[in-house]
């Protein structure tokens, strides 16, 4: 869920590698058994898959487990260049999928019945995996909507009320600290970009947009500018942690404590459960903070789609299984039950999401949380070069959060975008 992209394939313009992947396929059905391969790294997917094997004889899918991450696009990558050894299907994290698509890698599957699924899934889930347009290269899957987890216990002694709105995150986090300064609500993680960035969509910014044949680059727009100062003062005043997340001190620190919040996404109770075990029963779920409590929006930290790739000779049959993977109500609630994921289909929560994380037994309402969270996630849309994006961000803002300068937050912003632009031209992609 924290991974970024390595860019295998340079096109000079994106138009043609859409114009490329969209005559890839939309070839007739197939007659006779067929055999699809479906590479994934979510635990248990051959128990899904058994599912739709055993309803349909005349096509089996075999998955094969594979690494996530970057690892998972080079290995892609690497088999489309050699002209064979990918598989029919593939999962692939939305922000891998501008390369993938850049790459010829995936194919455009809206003639391949593709489209029809559009009505299962909110419009950001679906610009996601459109690309903003209307050739379509993968169907949603699992979603990370952010959240805020907090210690009831806590608070509750403290006297403090979950905060609403970014300014009660902040009032909160002084009180918390003062009353204890071994104690934050949070923490600022330059080792998460994917975090800062899902902050970022929230408050209504996108890194990259596309403009006919052209990229843009916006890395450092004035949205993003406030969500970095907002945390570099936090930061400066001490009032938080500036240490990054999933390290063996922040791990400790849920269990001890000392880390009283945590701004994460619909996935963070399999974390807590790992890594605070004994902390059971003391934390609660909430909206994520907002800019703007009459108007709710929110990010995503994570998420991935189910895509066909340009190799498969059987591209409405993979089509036919990535829709009814992420769609069917037998197999979303298979998903829930052995994947351990969010799905996308926006229907999830009366299918399948019906009792909360047993990490959050007694919270009734966890999924209805995480269900309005998912139906206010802003538009974004991820580049070619993510990750170079997201390695300069680490960089940046790991000077910028040791020296706990809010004036570096801001160059370090300005640093990502120019060297994610420069990225770009450098690569010989056309660049507003």
């Given at each position: 869920?924290?991974?970024?992209?390595?860019?295998?394939?340079?096109?000079?313009?994106?138009?043609?590698?859409l114009?490329?992947?969209?005559?890839?396929?939309?070839g007739?059905?197939?007659?006779g058994?067929?055999?699809?391969?479906?590479?994934?790294?979510?635990?248990?997917?051959?128990?899904?898959?058994?599912?739709?094997?055993?309803?349909?004889?005349?096509?089996?899918?075999?998955?094969?487990?594979?690494?996530?991450?970057?690892?998972?696009?080079?290995?892609?990558?690497?088999?489309?260049?050699?002209?064979?050894?990918?598989?029919?299907?593939?999962?692939?994290?939305?922000?891998?999928?501008?390369?993938?698509?850049?790459?010829?890698?995936?194919?455009?599957?809206?003639?391949?019945?593709?489209?029809?699924?559009?009505?299962?899934?909110?419009?950001?889930?679906?610009?996601?995996?459109?690309?903003?347009?209307?050739?379509?290269?993968?169907?949603?899957?699992?979603?990370?909507?952010?959240?805020?987890?907090?210690r009831?216990?806590?608070?509750?002694?403290?006297?403090?009320?979950?905060?609403?709105?970014?300014?009660?995150?902040?009032?909160?986090?002084?009180?918390?600290?003062?009353?204890?300064?071994?104690?934050?609500?949070?923490?600022f993680?330059s080792?998460?970009?994917?975090?800062?960035?899902?902050?970022?969509?929230?408050a209504g910014?996108?890194?990259?947009?596309?403009?006919?044949?052209?990229?843009?680059?916006?890395?450092?727009?004035?949205?993003?500018?406030?969500?970095?100062?907002?945390?570099?003062?936090?930061?400066?005043?001490?009032?938080?942690?500036?240490?990054?997340m999933?390290?063996?001190?922040?791990?400790?620190?849920?269990?001890?404590?000392?880390?009283?919040?945590?701004?994460?996404?619909?996935?963070?109770?399999?974390?807590?459960?790992?890594?605070?075990?004994?902390?059971k029963?003391?934390?609660?779920?909430?909206?994520?903070?907002q800019?703007?409590?009459?108007?709710?929006?929110?990010?995503?930290?994570?998420?991935?789609?189910?895509?066909?790739?340009?190799?498969?000779?059987?591209?409405?049959?993979?089509?036919?299984?990535?829709?009814?993977?992420?769609?069917?109500?037998?197999?979303?609630?298979?998903?829930?039950?052995?994947?351990?994921?969010?799905?996308?289909?926006?229907?999830?929560?009366?299918?399948?999401?019906?009792?909360?994380?047993?990490?959050?037994?007694?919270?009734?309402?966890?999924?209805?949380?995480?269900?309005?969270?998912?139906k206010?996630?802003?538009?974004?849309?991820?580049?070619?070069?993510?990750?170079?994006?997201?390695?300069?961000?680490?960089?940046?803002?790991?000077?910028?959060?040791?020296?706990?300068?809010?004036?570096?937050?801001?160059?370090?912003?300005?640093?990502?975008?120019?060297?994610?632009?420069a990225?770009?031209?450098?690569?010989?992609?056309?660049?507003?």
């Open positions: 869920m924290r991974t970024s992209i390595r860019v295998a394939a340079i096109l000079a313009a994106v138009a043609l590698a114009g490329t992947a969209a005559c890839s396929s939309g007739g059905a197939s007659s058994p067929v055999n699809l391969t479906y590479w994934t790294w979510a635990p248990n997917m051959d128990k899904v898959a058994a599912i739709w094997n055993k309803s349909h004889p005349d096509i089996h899918v075999t998955v094969n487990k594979q690494d996530g991450g970057d690892a998972a696009v080079t290995k892609l990558l690497t088999a489309i260049k050699a002209g064979s050894g990918a598989p029919d299907v593939m999962q692939a994290e939305y922000q891998k999928l501008p390369t993938l698509v850049s790459a010829n890698a995936l194919a455009d599957i809206s003639g391949d019945g593709g489209s029809a699924a559009k009505k299962e899934f909110t419009s950001s889930a679906w610009n996601a995996v459109t690309l903003g347009g209307s050739a379509l290269y993968a169907i949603p899957q699992d979603t990370g909507p952010m959240m805020f987890y907090y009831t216990d806590i608070f509750s002694k403290l006297g403090l009320t979950v905060p609403k709105t970014w300014d009660e995150y902040a009032a909160d986090a002084k009180a918390i600290h003062a009353a204890d300064p071994t104690q934050y609500l949070g923490t993680s080792g998460d970009p994917g975090w800062f960035s899902g902050l970022t969509q929230q910014a996108s890194w990259w947009s596309i403009s006919g044949k052209a990229w843009g680059v916006n890395v450092d727009s004035a949205a993003a500018q406030k969500v970095a100062k907002y945390w570099g003062d936090l930061v400066q005043e001490g009032v938080i942690d500036n240490n990054p999933y390290t063996p001190a922040w791990n400790a620190a849920l269990n001890t404590g000392k880390q009283v919040g945590w701004v994460s996404a619909v996935w963070g109770p399999g974390v807590l459960a790992g890594n605070a075990a004994d902390t029963g003391k934390w609660a779920a909430a909206p994520l903070p800019w703007n409590a009459s108007s709710p929006s929110d990010g995503n930290w994570g998420g991935s789609s189910t895509g066909v790739t340009t190799q498969s000779k059987h591209p409405k049959e993979a089509t036919e299984f990535a829709v009814w993977l992420n769609t069917n109500p037998t197999a979303i609630k298979a998903l829930v039950a052995d994947a351990a994921i969010y799905p996308a289909d926006v229907n999830a929560t009366k299918i399948a999401l019906t009792t909360p994380p047993d990490f959050f037994s007694t919270q009734s309402d966890f999924y209805d949380i995480a269900a309005a969270a998912s206010t996630v802003a538009p974004f849309t991820y580049g070619p070069n993510v990750n170079v994006a997201y390695s300069a961000y680490t960089d940046e803002f790991a000077k910028a959060a040791q020296s706990k300068d809010s004036a570096q937050f801001l160059t370090a912003l300005s640093n990502v975008q120019t060297t994610t632009r990225d770009l031209v450098k690569s010989g992609f056309t660049v507003k």
